[in-house]
């Protein structure tokens, strides 16, 4: 079987790097037939998709793969892709995907961040923040800085009680909760002008209708 | 061009933040523009004090390190016009999250814009000490009638003096208790001016409302009936060059008639 495989397809052509093959015997199967593409079409740019399949190439390998095509300046690689994912990226995604579960006392100064949503059972004191990439619900008692969609989500919502909050923030936008600025529902999203709304949690089924249908959204 | 003070002690617990805050309403409520700057790194007060915690957006480390523009970290007190700013502390930060020459240059730019820039130092002589000297023309120590707090004053303006403020340090001697006083317990005022060997800014007496205002987010010195507020608001005037004499310290007299009602 060869290491390098060439299809074209309506999206242009694709490389295929045999998984099996040794990086020394890719590299120069490549080399040549790239060299031979090169001959047989003498005008036009031509970029290439390269996939790897169930290898990920190291740094190293990718400068080699690239150095392949410098000496063809026509020619290119639009993408490199893998069927396969790092360990780390894999368990990041897993990661914010999940809901998490956080409680106990959050003190001044203290500063929880979650990658995903979290649903917050315990004391937030005055001073403290929770941040989120998600959405929080909170069902304990919050006085600090509440900060869902961070930083830049802006379909997070915050949903529990949040008279008592120093501020609710939803991605880049704040809203200070005061005497005069009360939170008005226990629902907190931010609207198509990117303001801050405050609503009652029931409305969450409509404003937010993904939440509620995790496996057709993840 | 404004003028810089920095409000230290050495000492903790003499009311440096208590200070800062009342010096700084006072010279609002007197048409000054004023800007008070918290540098208690990871232990912010000023804000609280203010009543003004939950509008902290940026700090001074923000702004210290480019990422937040100075208007956008500093918080308008609307209830002084437009006269009374804060520049919060991280609560999250270590007092070494903040260099001298980041806070000298915070405060020059500062420096057309406002009147008065009040720096309020942490306790202690180390980093946050430095920091907040660093940005200042002259400094306004803080002190209670107290051997140890005394002591922790002399070391302090000793190391002010070895620093080249353009202006002489200045002593507020504070809560100082008129009962010790009458009855002759206390440590005497003028021995401790004269200890220290600096002009006396003023004397504050030791008043149950600081403490209530304070947590209800005021300043003493909005109550223009109460002692302390008065003395507060003679600061403010002999900081501005006026000269106020000192209030005499006098225990208010409780009667028969109070006693029996305000038990």
């Known amino acids: ?218 | 061009m404004g003028t810089s003070y920095v409000v230290t002690s050495g000492k903790g617990g003499v009311g440096k933040t208590t200070t800062s805050a009342n010096i700084g309403t006072a010279l609002a409520l007197r048409g000054k523009r004023v800007v008070l700057l918290d540098l208690d790194i990871g232990l912010r007060n000023l804000d609280a004090v203010l009543g003004l915690s939950n509008r902290i957006i940026y700090d001074i480390v923000d702004v210290a390190t480019g990422r937040a523009k100075l208007r956008q970290a500093l918080i308008k007190d609307k209830r002084f016009d437009d006269n009374l700013y804060l520049l919060p502390a991280p609560q999250n930060a270590d007092k070494d999250a903040l260099e001298p020459e980041q806070v000298a240059a915070v405060v020059a730019e500062l420096k057309p814009d406002f009147d008065f820039i009040i720096l309020d130092s942490p306790a202690g002589i180390e980093q946050g000490f430095r920091n907040a000297i660093a940005g200042a023309d002259g400094a306004i120590v803080v002190t209670t009638p107290e051997v140890s707090a005394v002591s922790d004053a002399d070391r302090v303006v000793g190391l002010i003096e070895q620093s080249s403020m353009s202006l002489p340090p200045k002593l507020i001697i504070n809560r100082v208790r008129p009962h010790m006083v009458q009855n002759g317990t206390a440590m005497d005022v003028d021995d401790v001016t004269q200890h220290l060997g600096i002009d006396l800014l003023g004397l504050i007496t030791d008043d149950d409302d600081v403490i209530v205002q304070s947590n209800k987010g005021e300043t003493v010195v909005m109550d223009p009936d109460n002692d302390a507020s008065k003395r507060y608001r003679n600061v403010a005037r002999r900081l501005l060059g006026e000269t106020v004499p000192l209030l005499p310290v006098t225990a208010q007299k409780t009667g028969f008639w109070h006693k029996l009602f305000h038990r």
């Open chain 1, 1 to 218: 079987m060869d290491a390098v495989v060439l299809k074209a397809s309506s999206d242009g052509f694709t490389l295929r790097l045999d998984e099996d093959a040794s990086f020394e015997a890719i590299l120069a199967q490549l080399t040549d037939l790239i060299a031979h593409l090169y001959a047989e079409t003498p005008e036009g740019n031509v970029s290439f998709t390269v996939t790897t399949g169930n290898r990920l190439l190291t740094e190293d390998q990718r400068q080699h793969l690239a150095a392949v095509f410098d000496d063809y300046p026509r020619f290119a690689v639009s993408a490199l892709t893998a069927d396969v994912v790092d360990a780390q990226v894999a368990a990041a995604k897993v990661a914010a995907a999940r809901t998490h579960f956080a409680g106990g006392v959050v003190r001044s100064g203290q500063d929880l961040r979650y990658e995903g949503d979290v649903v917050f059972t315990g004391v937030l004191h005055p001073g403290a923040s929770i941040k989120a990439t998600g959405s929080i619900f909170l069902l304990g008692h919050a006085e600090g800085v509440v900060h869902a969609g961070f930083p830049d989500n802006a379909r997070a919502v915050v949903v529990g009680d949040m008279t008592g909050v120093e501020q609710v923030r939803l991605a880049d936008a704040v809203a200070i909760i005061d005497d005069e600025h009360p939170a008005a529902g226990d629902l907190c999203y931010m609207d198509d002008a990117h303001m801050l709304n405050f609503a009652p949690s029931v409305q969450l089924r409509q404003l937010r209708p993904w939440i509620f249908d995790q496996v057709e959204d993840k």
